[in-house]
């Protein structure tokens, strides 16, 4: 931290404040300078003492340098992980993850799960428990959608991605899924990261609609302090003033997140952009931008879906542009799976 | 609904709409423009079916004309909700809720509303299970912080406001707290919602970091859905690019929350601005905006608080504060609580 | 500044930054941690020499800790500024602007000029040249405005505050006008800038929808550097997610400007809310926040306007907006002009 | 247009509103409803009307239906169009144009036009005139500048893009430039954009910092609307919360552009991400996402650079992306220029 006295803090203020620093068992280094005195400190641990410091008399303000993430920090673990789930992995190379927004009932979530086997895709996407806006609105079959989810597993071979909303339901999620989904609205859930640190399965955890990076990776970071290392970040668009799209998609945070952290990073270009027609537009340059993969939602029958169907892709659409990938991620000498 | 055709849409696209909505058992009325045409829908009862009718061939866009909301809406229930707790009510007049950010231990939680009270405040915060952005920052004191707070009141007769983070600890908080807050982190965690919807205590429902008047207000409709009518909104500062603040506080959503609802609204200028020097300006501004009350952080030693301390008000500067909110609302014709 | 090394820095890449800040003539003070090592700067002028020094191997960041304004900075220029302006001044207490958002006709002008001056109103706004987001909208009376407003003010002594849009009408705008505003789209249009540093008249800088406070500050830094020590800052909403208001009125921004910069700062609630039933709650707030005055706009007729009717008061409910200041400046001990 | 009234409106107030339809010259059809009435108008050509209905006593909302913006919208204009430049063209395939932030001094600017022509880039970007933040930072060498980029393209035949600041200057500026620059800030600069609209030079339209579509649109339609019809769009960043990147680089406006105007459109990745490091990726994933080029700066000393240094590439990493983009742009069928 570095203390940033004002222009007219007098000694004995600066004096405090070396006094106060030291209280808290750091170290002071008064920089004294032409306009004002700043004072380095060394030996802190995280931002606490920040509040502190900030009120004293004479301080104009207090700024924290070292980041507040320590186990998802590639400083402290500089290989990048990679996560297998079900028969494939995430990290290294380009995986995607594709499905309904919603499982509504037997018949399209394995018309679905045999469509993206056959494509090669290894990983089904699909809500039984939702999040929605509106009380009045379809929140997921529930249990019976955790069931309709498991029997597409054994009769495709396809690993299962779907959403944990609370502490309550995640044993029954954990038991059918490969990857727990946590959503834009959970991000800050701290029960429920808590809860999912202790899961022996991966984490899907997404982007907070208007989270820092630092935000997020500290939510990453509640997981593994509570043990559970496999986190996979899913960016997924952040609110802005703009309003072409439902969200505004921020491809920029992936090359930020792999330097920052080893985590793998995969995008959402279904609420990344809100509307079907954009979607490979933004698949195509999560790719390039580096991500290790997406979550894109798919639907045998978009114009029918029960929800989210005007950001979902149709089965031919889907193929389309999974064909178009094949060859910008061999230019970049990346593997899709 | 109103769904805009393109410039080029021709008839056969037209007819389809139109045949689409009948389908869905709504009324189509066609309005042939120089440009293009129109659809006017009739009949519908939500927006779930504007994502059918975006996707279908020379659809341009669907734009919902009808606030979603039901029961927090005006329109529906025109008088002011006024809601009684503890000694006092909320709505009507200007209800001041004061204390610390934490409940740090049993001294201080009682010092603080033994001063309360003393200056004719009726309403405790304090947290005893806190949602830190950080696993390595304190996270409240839990059971043995709700057991202080019981006991303030026991000794006070102050009402206590306390944060409820999960399904899981609300009875036990629900047993001690006069309002069940939710916080920013939490506002669209529904099966929190859900759970307090059947609550005996009002809840203080905070406005997402980056939630939309919309989206605030079905978040309530989820509360008051389930049979809980006693529901006080708050104002606590969404994120933008601005950097002087450690939220940017939201005043005009006051005047526009009482034109759409009918449920009371107040502010926390703590958190709206971040900085204690800043929330007697903004608490003042509060007032005259129309808001219902202010939930405000109050600690007897600030440079000693365990978390918000910078945002914290000492005793002096409350009591100055509110000397100086009195003859406002006097000249403003609104009682102070 | 405070240079902050990575994790992984090697001595030698810290020797060469030291190295490196000598020779930018500086006086760099290495504080080596725990985990890395900073290195404060003393004797720097500005943030020039950031993006030197953020290039280096194993520098992290670069934090700029020193306020890039000099001449609008409280620290430099302790005392208030007051600025007369016609028959009245704008600082210390709690100044009215009105009128419409453009000059129509003489008639309505000259009407409004009439109305406000006998309610004790001392200036007047009205736009002749306007910028319009379409080209194709009312793009005001331009040389013919300018002569209602001239005649407006002969015929009532009223003030003029009049918006100037380029540097080549400057010169008849200068003749006119008491004030000299530069709009929300051309806060950083820095010939503009200049050449009003220049004016012998005060210049009324509106914030940029998305200018942080120190940008705001930098430009009218531009006009004081340039010898117009006449500065008054008006803040109007800035661009956000949020969509219940045209903008996001920040009053927030009034203490921070306060306590930042000597330069008053009023407030404009007409396009900050831009809704006439929402701008008497907002003129409240921004009085009680402790703004200098109001920018708001006032029509004959709303219905009727040429632009902005939606966001303008009528003569009627100026009055009872104006009334029911007053108890409330008198509580606050602030003089409304 | 569609006016939607409350739901308590009473009938005289829909008939006042469908007469003050009339009035406007507007044909209005009444679509009453189960809950409310609302009113759909034909015959409109822009939103001017939208204010005078808000207003009518009874009127909840009024939506505008149809896109403001007309030369532009491709709609209108269903080809791409493709501009000419110099020895290349901007618009179908993928143009990069490269070149430091500001010309600096005679050699680094022919240097700079020498590696870049070598590379087969046939663009150079520099400025002149520089808009800064700070009065008291580099301001561009101004007619010097011009100079010494006139004498670029005569030794090295490369294109000169460089900004344009105001009207004063634009005629000196548009005797040396193949395409004239408008900045972020000046986007909505209309005395400006006048002037370009009258050039007969392409003029390279930067998005404002707080832009939506429809605004960057209808500034563009400023510079048609006056016949000049060569406009290219660059999307650099907007302003968010967010704060790992300069600004969030807001890819998804790619395909919506595309969609809504026949205009070409690129990418600045420079500004976009405001670190060097970030730059390959976002171009690799401007290209991927559909943009017709790049405007990247690139300098042959980024440590010694007077302005925006930190965000340069140096000539080795500009050599690595160039090479990288190719075989991207091979996989998509796309021709680098």
Redesign the interface.
Known sequence: M?V?M???AEQDQIDAVVERIRELGLVP?P??????T?I?I??NR???N???L???PGVE?V?V??A?YKLVSR?VHPESTIIPVADTEIGGGFTIIGGPCSVENEEMIIGTARFLIERGVKLLRGGAYK?????????GLGEEGLKYLAKAREETGIGIVTEV????SAARIEDVADVLQVGT??M?????LRRLSKANKPILLKR???A??D?WL?AA??IL??GNYQVILCERG????????RN?????????VK?LSHLPVIVDPSH??GK???VP??S???????AHGLLVEVHPE????M????QSLDFDTFTKMQQ?LK??A???GVEIR
């Open positions: 570095l940033v004002n222009a007219h280094h920089i004294p300078g032409s306009t004002r700043a380095g060394t030996g995280g931002p606490e920040r509040d502190t900030v009120m004293l303000d700024i340098v070292t507040p400083e999040p929605r806006t509106s009380p009045y609105s379809f929140q909303m609370d502490v309550e609205r959970n800050q859930n701290y029960p429920l907070g609609m208007a820092t990076v935000e500290m970071e509640y302090s509570g952040v609110r802005t003033f703009a309003d072409h799209t505004t998609l921020d491809l920029s945070i992936i090359p930020v330097h990344g952009t079907a027609e954009y537009a933004m195509m340059a999560a790719l390039a931008a580096g978009p114009e029918r879906a929800s989210d169907g005007m178009s060859p910008v061999a230019a970049l």
